[in-house]
């Protein structure tokens, strides 16, 4: 079976945030199995077909994440560096101006 994206709205319940207060803790909602997501007609999806909608649905957040941080980096408002940034060059934390990382 190929994964295609359902329509989906919000669960009223929880208000999508998948859990809701019960009276001694914090429990999932029932009426959307924990997801925060019902079908349009208001139904709860089955475990199989609700992990697939949020799997599906995370790996689109995942690539527009990834899309807008390349935007941010082409228009140069997010500098292009990782941890390896920080051991290169001299960043004059050590004593007479020696690069020292403390690690
Ligand atoms: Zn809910």
């Known amino acids: 079976m190929r994964a295609c994206l359902l329509p989906l709205e919000r669960c009223e319940v929880c208000r999508g945030a998948g859990r809701i207060r019960g009276i001694f803790h914090l429990m999932a909602c029932a009426g959307c199995n924990g997801g925060g997501f ?31 941080q390349q935007v941010l980096e082409r228009v140069g408002l997010q500098p292009v560096e990782g941890a390896v940034s920080g051991y290169q060059g001299n960043n004059k934390k050590g004593a007479g101006g020696a690069h020292f990382t403390g690690d």
Do not use: H, I, N
């Not at 992990?51 to 599906?56: A, D, K, S």
């Open 38 to 68: 019902v079908k349009p007609d208001g139904t709860a999806l089955e475990y199989p077909e609700l992990v697939e909608q949020l799997r599906l649905r995370l790996s689109m957040s995942g690539a527009e994440r990834k899309r807008l």
